[in-house]
C-alpha cells in the first residue's frame, strides 16, 4: 500500500483554470480506467457459440451482476447493471491498485470517493425529478410535516457524505495504520539490532549459539513449543545481529518485513472489497427508491 499520511503526491501542474494538480490519485484512476476499458473490449470481443474457459468466466461474472441488480433494484431497473457493474469494479479495482507499493489507492483519496457519491446523489435527484415532477420532489421535503424539512434536507446532504467517508475512512485509515506500524518497527529493528551489535560480533555470536542450544539439544516433549519458540528468537536476532555488526544491514528494517505487507493485503483486498461492496450496494438501494416499479409509480400519482 502506497499512502502518504499528508495526502496525494502531485506530480505536475497543469497550467490552465488556475492550474489544474496532476496527482497520485489522478494518475492511478486513469490507470484503473484504462485498464478497465481494455478489459471491457479485450474480453467482449471474439465471442463464441461454444465458449472458452475466459468467455464462461466473465459471462458468469456479468450474469451475476445482474442477477444482483434484478433482485436488489427490481427486474424494470436492470439497466441500471453496466452503471452499477462500473462503479463495483471501479473501486475495487482502485483500492487492489494500492497494492503494486508504488501507486497509490483511489479509494484513500476522497476527493474521488466524495466525487462518486455526489454522482449518484445527481442521478438519484434526476429520477425524483422525472417521476414526481419538481414541485413533487420539493413536496417530499415537507412530509410527512412541514416542520420536518430541515431535518429532511440534512438528510439528503448527508447521504453522500456518509458514503463518501465510509468508503475513504477504512481504505485511507488502514493505511495511516500500516505506514504507523511501518515506522514504529522500523525504530525498534534499529534499536534492538543496534544493542545487540554494539559489542562486535560477540553477543550476536552468542544468541546464536543459544538459539541452536534450543532448536537442536532440546530433546524433552515438556515446553518443547516455548523452546523452539525461544531457540528460533534467539537464532534470529543473534543472526542478523551478526549482520549488522558486519555492517551488512545498515539502514534495512528487518523487524518491519511481513507484518505491514500482511496488514496491507487485509485492507487492500479484504477492506476494499467489503467497501466497495457496500458502497455498491448502497447505491443500488438509493437508486431503486428513486425508480419505482411503473405500477407503483402510477399509483402514487
Known amino acids: ?63 451475476m451482476l445482474y442477477g444482483m441488480v434484478e433482485e436488489s433494484m427490481g427486474a424494470h431497473n436492470l439497466h441500471w447493471a453496466p452503471f452499477i457493474g462500473t462503479i463495483f469494479l471501479s473501486s475495487i479495482c482502485g483500492s487492489f491498485i494500492g497494492l503494486t507499493g508504488f501507486l497509490r489507492s483511489v479509494t484513500a483519496d476522497l476527493s474521488c470517493t466524495l466525487t462518486w457519491a455526489v454522482m ?3 442521478i438519484i435527484w434526476y429520477n425524483n425529478i422525472k417521476n414526481n415532477g419538481l414541485l413533487g420532489w420539493l413536496k417530499g421535503f415537507t412530509e410527512p410535516i412541514v416542520v420536518m424539512t430541515p431535518m429532511n434536507i440534512i438528510s439528503e446532504i448527508a447521504q453522500p457524505v456518509s458514503m463518501a467517508f465510509r468508503h475513504f475512512g477504512n481504505v485511507a485509515g488502514g493505511g495511516v495504520i500500516t505506514s504507523i506500524l511501518y515506522l514504529a518497527l522500523s525504530l525498534l529493528s534499529d ?22 542450544a534450543l532448536l537442536v539439544l532440546w530433546k524433552k516433549k515438556t515446553h518443547k513449543k516455548l523452546h523452539v519458540f525461544l531457540g528460533a528468537v534467539c537464532g534470529v536476532l ?3 545481529g551478526l549482520l549488522q555488526a558486519l555492517g551488512l544491514l545498515s539502514g534495512v528494517p528487518v523487524l518491519a518485513f511481513g507484518i505491514p505487507a500482511v496488514l496491507s493485503v487485509y485492507f487492500d483486498l479484504f477492506s476494499g472489497f467489503v467497501q466497495a461492496y457496500v458502497f455498491t450496494l448502497l447505491t443500488m438501494v438509493y437508486i431503486a427508491n428513486s425508480c419505482p416499479p411503473p405500477e407503483e409509480a402510477a399509483a402514487e400519482e
Open 238 to 240: 543473534g543472526f542478523f
Open 191 to 212: 534499536l534492538v539490532l543496534g544493542l545487540i551489535a554494539g559489542s562486535g560480533w560477540l553477543v550476536p555470536a552468542v544468541l546464536l549459539a543459544a538459539g541452536a
Open 120 to 122: 449518484v446523489t445527481v
Open 1 to 63: 500500500m502506497n499512502l502518504d499520511v499528508t495526502g496525494a503526491f502531485v506530480y505536475f501542474t497543469i497550467p490552465i483554470f488556475g492550474g489544474i494538480p496532476i496527482t497520485q490519485t489522478t494518475v492511478s484512476s486513469l490507470l484503473v480506467t484504462a485498464l478497465l476499458m481494455f478489459a471491457a473490449v479485450k474480453l467482449g470481443k471474439g465471442l463464441k457459440t461454444r465458449p472458452g474457459r475466459v468467455q464462461v468466466l466473465v459471462e458468469k461474472g456479468v450474469s
